[in-house]
């Protein structure tokens, strides 16, 4: 029985060196280990945040990146079609104003060349006109250089009037 | 809250009272018991002093006795190496001598070396030693212990609170464990602050990681951190002083965890804490648990009242018994060598193998179990510790 039976001297001893004790383990132990337990899991815990972070911040720069690369293209692209287009425009343009001047000029030229064979016709026919009237009259001097055949010529003429 | 202050001091007084009853019950037993089996152990001590002029003190001492056709008494060797002790003893009749301090109410103060009783031979002061006891005797300065004559009235009236073998391995026990953890501290704020953990530090870390976040946080809840600084301390210095048990020889040998004072006051202590904790929720489920109709009630309060201190008185027991067989078990294993050996000295050693390789058997055992009970004493603290602070919740 000796054996289940409180010693008053341990027990006495036990719980003044044991207060002591777990009094001191919490200020020179317990506290500093598990405070700098704790830091450290927060530490690594915002250590890993950050590097959640940094990595959404270059996945972000990247599409931004793929944002502007797109964009760069597009704007390529369009000034290159609207620099087609302005080419085309500039082209036809320059057709269209070619064109036009062509058939004003030769509209001009035409013009002119009527105007010019219109007057050599003129000319012509004067030229003819006097002409035929220099041959008949050479003519009718040859013929009418007798009498004889100015009288059946005159007879001629008037059996025409009286006919009519 | 101030409710639950007064339930939690009338409960430690009445525990207390109880403690009270049981030790003066338990004293007036031994008293009455005391004369009759003090002279059994008299006799037994002469008798052997007849033959071999010691005291047959340690395993040692009664091997010579079987030899010299003393009849051995196994069971005595080991209660004696699993009681507590006024001196130390190393090998053969050599003992670390340890201060006795003793406080009679007549006489005052006593401080002296256990080496003054001379193993029991000598009074000193007025006092002698009575197996390991310390008892008041008639006669005054040194004279033979054994024809010394005990004083029962001035015994009743002495207080031991002597530096016995096991408070001198609760001390060393205690400091160990600070100089181990005051070194690891420092190593987390000073020596290695902010880089990776070495050494002793990197040893202990991950115990103390797995008492915090897998026994005390689950068992506790967010209030844990309140309680961190006790309950590894209980821990720590439990597995500490297990181990210390487990070792044969100066410093260790004592059988500290496995002696019922020690487990009383650890008992105690995690008893006084859930007693101040303890919110109105779980004096409620004491008291009129919720939901149990009245005449249930009748028979389930006084069940979970007794329960209140079967608590503690569990945690105690559960130490102690465990640490003490493991104890005895590994002494019986050892003393088998000699309980043959008397009956020659070959058979003796033809056994040595087997019962050393039995004791190693059982060490080995002890090693894992030093550790098992620190972790079970701290986990029931901490769930008793949780079962008193839970929310109401339903």
Redesign the interface.
Known sequence: ???????????????V??LI??F???K???????T??KERETSIEEALNAARKAKDEVANMKSENERILLEARNERDRILKEARETKDQIVNEARSKAQVEGDRMITIAREAINNEKMAAITELKNQVASLSIDIAEKVIRQQLGNDEKQKALVQELLKDVKMN | MLKNKRLAILSVLTFLVFTLIF?VN?AQ??SHSQLPASDAHGTEVQATDATHGSDGHGTEGHADAAQGGEKLNAGKII?EH???AHGWHLWGHTEIPLPV?LYNSERGFSVFSSARFEHGHKTYGGYKLE?QKVVAVNESGEVDAHSATVNEELTAAT??????K??AT??IA?IL??VI??S???A??RKR?GLAPTGLQNAI?PI??FM?DEVIKPSIGHKY?KY???L??VFF?IWIANLMGLIPVFPGGANLTG????T???AL?TFVIVTFSANKNYWEHVFVMPGVPKPILLLLTPIEILGVFLRPFVLMIRL?ANI?AGHIIALSFFCLIFIFGQNGTGVGLAVSPLSLVFTVFMTVLELLVAFLQAYVFTMLSAVYIGAAIEEHHH
């Open positions: 029985m000796e054996l289940v039976k409180p010693d008053f001297g341990l027990v006495f001893w036990m719980t060196s044991f004790v777990v001191l383990m919490r020179f132990a317990w506290g500093p280990i598990l700098s337990l | 030790s338990r037993d031994s209660m699993v009681a507590d301090i197996g207080t031991d609170i002597s530096i016995t096991n408070v609760l001390f205690l464990m600070m953890f005051t690891v501290a420092n987390y704020t602050k870390e103390i990681m915090r951190e961190l600084p006790y590894l301390t210095f002696n019922i004072s020690v009383m006051t650890l202590f102690f003490t």
